[in-house]
């Protein structure tokens, strides 16, 4: 039977193919993610060379032309976008310059990825202290933001860089670090790239350890209590993550955490874990897609994440592992619509009387369609002068399906301003690398140092040659 | 092959190809950045068609459509077993080049399978019903990949339509009674 001889070799390939494509999923492509802010630049420079780095700083003095850095560039509000500018992509500026397993240090340039590092840590048993949940962002764009993650023992971003440098807007190379031109320093680590290059960053790095993951569920008026009592207080406790319903049922009500407590034997060196790769993002993308479409949908999509949850509890993780979760699924290519970020910070005293009053403002916004709500922990941390953690707050991270029209654009900002005065209502404040549908006064208000902070821009780079949208809009 | 059977593969093939068309644009997108680069993948399809009709024209008589038939389908569903692994230009161009050669053997083997079995007197009325039904497949294809898409990622596209492919190759492969007289 021909046919059949036909079949067993389509499957036979059939497999080989997914083999190789479950393979090649493991180098990850990106693109702009958000498609809100089309930009047209000048020119595109990209090098792993420094000397030519220099070069784009110093030919961009003479030709007058504004530079926008780039990452992996998932900020979403035009901060590595400036028109007819020069897009600097530090991509390729990616390399390892030293490492100390003794001393838990390690020395990368600034387009290295958290993957990058990690893969090259992993094999000594040493992890990263603080980095966002997922691996795929850049170093100097991490920074760029002062970005926070699921590790809630070794405070922010910023307490983990030993010294970095900078390349100035006159082309020159400053060594910067809390104790060494403190006050660039300070401005640069959440300074979204105003104030001149990240060339390489010397990061201070832990232990890698396992960790056994507790979930648990509850309601959100009891969340707070709990997290002070069975978190916070307990030690053993090195990561924490919570999320809250949008089912229809129990919307913005019902939570479950999950936490991920060292076990015993603690300090005892620890066999490599292998790092794990994402690989069955079918399914996840099929139930985050029901989310996108019906409030059924959403009741289906909060079902799986309670019964997930649940189904982790008591498995072991390595530290490492739970620092590189999954991110493609949420990958998402749709003609008219996008998908957008938002990250509110509110004081963890005020939690149940701020998810009220969401509720309120929510209500009604039947149009408004949300998908998802993780919340982390950030401790309080005023190092940086652009910093969210004036107290210690919970960071509620919104996912927002939305069209790309202007109508769509004005609806959700609408709703975006909403939300944002009743956090900044209750001492809270918003995340800067989304999209610039927050006014200036809210930024103002959600960073008391943001004077300070564009005075500093002005005061170290009088010329702008450092520029990007988010400037642009928010520059007072 | 029946003529029956004949049209359920053409509304199946018709269905996965449409499924693929807008995303394979997408892909596109996600490979090469240019324009010229979308200009040369379409160009070098319709080109090698062209170069490949005379002999395909020729092989039709020969071989019967069946064969050519099958040839397309599993041919197809090989190359889409492919896409999801392309990630440079040049694979795509590779792609497009084989694409071009199997689209000129299906737009043929199409036409020379219709002639064979239509009835000069009512041929208007006979194509017009196949081109319904074709059609009809064609458009729910593309409107329900619109939805897929929100759910699944652009490869598990490219092998849901290879599936299909290999589906359609597999069935009209069997054999059946009529096939010599509808040769004929
Ligand atoms: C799906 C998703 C999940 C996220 N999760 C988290 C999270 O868990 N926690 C969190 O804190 N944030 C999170 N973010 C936000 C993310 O941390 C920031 O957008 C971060 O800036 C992305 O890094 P990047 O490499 O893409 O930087 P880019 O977007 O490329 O750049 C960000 C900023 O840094 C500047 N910059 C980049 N490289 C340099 C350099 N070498 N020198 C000087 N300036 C530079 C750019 O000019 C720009 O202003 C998330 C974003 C997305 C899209």
């Given at each position: 039977m021909k046919r059949y001889l036909m079949l067993l070799v389509y499957v036979t390939l059939l497999f080989v193919s997914l083999h190789y494509f479950i393979d090649q999923r493991a180098e990850p492509i990106t693109e702009d993610r958000n498609r809100l802010l089309p930009v047209k630049m000048k020119a595109i420079k990209t090098t792993d060379s420094t000397a030519e780095i220099q070069q784009v700083v110093l030919d961009a003095n003479s030709e007058e032309d504004p530079i926008a850095i780039a990452g992996m560039q998932h900020s979403q509000g035009g901060h590595t976008e400036y028109p007819d500018g020069i897009l600097l992509d530090m991509k390729p500026y990616n390399k390892i310059l030293a490492f100390d397993a003794e001393e838990k240090t390690i020395t990368v340039q600034s387009g290295a990825t958290w993957r990058d590092i990690q893969d090259y840590i992993n094999p000594y048993g040493l992890a990263l202290k603080v980095s966002q949940s997922q691996n795929i962002f850049t170093i100097g764009g991490s920074l760029s933001v002062n970005a926070h993650g699921l590790d809630i023992r070794h405070g922010s971003l910023i307490d983990t860089v030993e010294s970095l440098r900078l390349l100035d807007a006159n082309g020159e190379i400053l060594t910067l670090s809390p104790e060494q031109n403190t006050e660039l320093f300070q401005a640069v680590?959440?300074?979204?790239?105003?104030?001149?290059?990240?060339?390489d960053v010397t990061l201070r790095l832990t232990d890698d350890e396992m960790y056994e993951i507790h979930s648990e569920q509850l309601q959100y008026d009891d969340y707070s209590d709990y997290f002070n009592e069975n978190?916070?207080?307990?030690?053993?406790?090195?990561m924490h993550l919570a999320r809250i319903s949008l089912s229809p049922d129990s919307y913005l009500k019902e939570m479950y955490v999950i936490n991920y407590q060292a076990m015993e034997p603690k300090g005892v060196p620890m066999d490599p874990q292998k790092l794990r790769e994402e690989t069955l993002i079918a399914v996840p993308k099929f139930f985050l897609g029901l989310a996108r479409l019906n409030e059924q949908g959403k009741r289906t999509f909060w079902n799986t994440q309670k019964t997930y949850s649940a189904s982790i509890d008591g498995k072991v993780i390595s530290r490492n592992n739970v620092m590189r979760?999954?991110?493609?699924?949420?990958?998402y290519s749709h003609p008219e619509n996008t998908e957008v970020l938002q990250e509110y910070f509110v004081p963890v005293k005020n939690f149940e009387a701020y998810i009220d009053d969401l509720r309120e403002t929510l209500i009604d916004e039947e149009d408004f369609n949300l998908l998802n709500i993780t919340i982390r922990y950030v401790e309080k941390?005023?190092?940086?002068?652009?910093?969210?953690?004036?107290?210690?707050m919970f960071s509620l991270v919104l996912l927002i399906n939305q069209g790309t029209d202007a109508k769509s654009i004005e609806d959700t900002g609408r709703v975006v301003r909403n939300m944002i005065d009743v956090t900044l209502d209750y001492g809270g404040s918003y995340y800067l690398p989304?999209?610039?549908?927050?006014?200036k006064e809210q930024m103002a208000e959600a960073y008391p140092r943001t004077r300070e902070f564009f005075d500093l821009k002005e005061e170290y780079d009088p010329s702008g040659r450092f520029m990007n949208i988010f400037y642009e809009e928010y520059k007072q | 092959m029946n003529y029956k059977r004949f049209i359920v593969y053409q509304g199946t093939i018709g269905m996965a190809s449409s499924m693929i068309f807008p995303f394979y644009i997408l892909m596109l997108r996600n490979v090469g950045n240019s324009y010229s680069q979308f200009g040369w993948a379409y160009g070098l399809f319709a080109l090698t068609a062209a170069i490949c009709y005379p002999i395909i024209g020729k092989i039709a008589d020969k071989a019967g459509d069946q064969l050519l038939l099958s040839i397309y389908s599993w041919g197809m569903a090989l190359i889409l077993l492919v896409f999801p692994l392309a990630n440079e230009i040049w694979h795509v161009y590779i792609l497009q080049i084989l694409m071009g050669v199997l689209g000129a053997v299906q737009k043929n083997s199409e036409k020379t399978v219709l002639a064979r079995h239509v009835v000069k007197e009512t041929a208007g009325k006979e194509i017009g019903n196949y081109h319904i039904w074709t059609s009809i497949a064609a458009a729910a294809a593309i409107i329900g990949t619109g939805y897929l898409v929100d759910f699944f990622t652009i490869s598990s596209i490219f092998y849901i339509a290879s599936a299909l492919f290999a589906w359609s190759g597999f069935s009209i492969l069997k054999k059946d009674k009529t096939l010599s007289e509808f040769q004929a």
């Open positions: 680590v959440g300074g979204y790239g105003l104030f001149g290059i990240i060339l978190v916070i207080a307990d030690d053993s406790v090195k979760s999954d991110s493609e699924f949420m990958e941390n005023e190092k940086a002068v652009l910093s969210y953690a004036k107290e210690d989304y999209f610039g549908y927050p006014t | -």
